[in-house]
């Protein structure tokens, strides 16, 4: 339950970045808001291409193609990362991983994961 979350506010045209904390789901802190910048807009129903860069305790995020602010924290040096969404529709697309020794991020290998095993297993009953 301990990560980092960018988090797209679309009513006030914002990002957010928050702080999860060990203890409870909603155990967190607002560590930024950030309007958007650069005549960017976050709606409902378009894309947006998002990019998070993240070197040791420095974050910054992009909202299609343009800087939208840098933040510092070093409460956590290491983890995974992901995506959600939280009460909203949400799509993901072309998810990549880039650093230091991480490979193979783009391909997924659907093989023997729940929704093919569970395919298998209607087909049959």
Same mark, same amino acid.
């Given at each position: 339950? *301990?990560? %980092?979350?960018? %988090?797209?506010?679309? @009513?006030?045209?914002?990002?957010?970045?928050?702080?999860?904390?060990?203890?409870?789901?909603?155990?967190?802190?607002?560590? !930024? +808001?950030? @309007?958007?910048? *650069?005549? $960017?807009?976050? &709606?409902? =129903?378009?894309?947006?291409?998002?990019? $998070? $860069?993240? *070197?040791? #305790?420095?974050f910054?995020?992009?909202?299609?193609? &343009?800087?939208? =602010? *840098?933040? &510092?924290?070093? !409460?956590?040096?290491?983890? +995974?990362? =992901?995506?959600?969404?939280?009460?909203?529709e949400? #799509?993901?697309?072309?998810?990549?991983?880039? =650093?230091?020794?991480?490979?193979?991020?783009?391909?997924?290998? @659907?093989?023997?994961?729940l !929704? /093919? /095993?569970?395919?298998?297993?209607?087909r049959? %009953?």
């Amino acid at each position: 339950m *301990e990560y %980092y979350v960018y %988090y797209l506010n679309v @009513p006030n045209n914002k990002t957010e970045l928050w702080r999860h904390k060990d203890g409870a789901w909603n155990a967190r802190d607002n560590i !930024a +808001q950030i @309007p958007a910048v *650069e005549k $960017v807009q976050i &709606k409902n =129903g378009e894309w947006i291409d998002m990019k $998070v $860069v993240v *070197e040791g #305790s420095e974050f910054q995020i992009h909202l299609n193609g &343009k800087l939208q =602010g *840098e933040h &510092k924290d070093d !409460a956590y040096k290491t983890g +995974q990362v =992901g995506v959600w969404a939280w009460e909203t529709e949400a #799509s993901f697309d072309d998810f990549t991983v880039m =650093g230091d020794n991480i490979k193979d991020t783009l391909a997924v290998e @659907p093989n023997n994961k729940l !929704a /093919t /095993t569970w395919g298998r297993l209607k087909r049959v %009953y």
